[in-house]
C-alpha cells in the first residue's frame, strides 16, 4: 500500500479511493497467497 501512496497525487478522494481499489485487485490476483496455519491447539468452547 505504501508503495501506491507514496509520491502520488490524487485530484479527489474519489481519484484516491478508486487507484487503492485497483491497486487491490491488482495485489490480490498477482501477489496474494492463501494463509495456512501451522499451529494446532486445544478447541475453542463457546
Do not use: C, D, H
Not at 490524487?10 to 491488482?26: C, G, M, P, T, W
Not at 496455519?37 to 475453542?44: A, M, R, S, V, Y
Request: hydrophobic fraction near 45%; avoid cysteine.
Amino acid at each position: 500500500m505504501r508503495k501506491l501512496l507514496r509520491r502520488a497525487s490524487f485530484i479527489s478522494k474519489q481519484n484516491l479511493k478508486q487507484r487503492i481499489e485497483v491497486f487491490i485487485a491488482y495485489f490480490n490476483q498477482t501477489l496474494a497467497k492463501p494463509f495456512k496455519w501451522t499451529k494446532t491447539g486445544k478447541p475453542l468452547a463457546a
